[in-house]
T-cell receptor, first 112, second 114 residues
């Protein structure tokens, strides 16, 4: 079975720009969760999507938004990028909102 | 509210020595606790989880952890370290027994010396 894949693997953006990160969930999974992992820190929960609806959100501003598509893949969008948005962004899929998480390898975003 | 504290951002052991990574939690409801491992440039892999069935939990790669409610701890141990154990380890807590919406600690980097 295909695992969770994220694209791109690395990305460099300038402060103020917008970015879209993509995640393909594992086959059979209908839930996607996004986490932000700053350098030297543990991952922080951004939000979760279950069957195309947002199903919980962490302490992140509205400029962090997401989408989940009918095939359960997902996008994370960040507007008005700030230097502190530089981090590894992890996507995890699961069979439901309360099922074991399967993580992708992440997208490394650098904001200059 | 829930939180996790990992004591020691870096731990170094010799190959064959005991591994002990410390985790303390805070939770206003019965917690579900998890340990994840992260190798360089990779995502997170679940090592083990506590979901109230048994206080001593065995995971993959020879790791185990014991839930101690009186100490609010969930320390990770392995009797004999292997070079391949060198990685970043994260303790996490959730109100969901399968790990939805995890709250992670800061992580502990484990180094293994030959």
């Amino acid at each position: 079975e295909t695992g969770v894949t994220q694209s791109p693997t690395h990305l460099i953006k300038t402060r103020g720009q917008q970015v879209t990160l993509r995640c393909s969930s594992q086959s059979g999974h209908n839930t996607v969760s996004w986490y932000q992992q700053a350098l030297g820190q543990g991952p922080q929960f951004i939000f979760q999507y279950y069957r195309e609806e947002e199903n919980g959100r962490g302490n992140f501003p509205p400029r962090f938004s997401g989408l989940q598509f009918p095939n359960y893949s997902s996008e994370l969008n960040v507007n008005a990028l700030e230097l502190d948005d530089s981090a590894l962004y992890l996507c995890a899929s699961s069979e439901g909102s309360n099922s074991p998480l399967h993580f992708g390898n992440g997208t490394r975003l650098t904001v200059t | 509210a829930q939180s996790v504290t990992q004591l020691g951002s870096h731990v170094s052991v010799s190959e064959g020595a005991l591994v002990l990574l410390r985790c303390n939690y805070s939770s206003s409801v019965p917690p579900y606790l998890f340990w994840y491992v992260q190798y360089p440039n990779q995502g997170l892999q679940l090592l083990l989880k506590y979901t109230s069935a048994a206080t001593l939990v065995k995971g993959i790669n020879g790791f185990e952890a014991e839930f101690k409610k009186s100490e609010t701890s969930f320390h990770l141990t392995k009797p004999s370290a292997h070079m391949s154990d060198a990685a970043e380890y994260f303790c996490a807590v959730s109100v969901y027994n399968q790990g939805g919406k995890l709250i992670f600690g800061q992580g502990t980097e484990l180094s293994v010396k030959p």
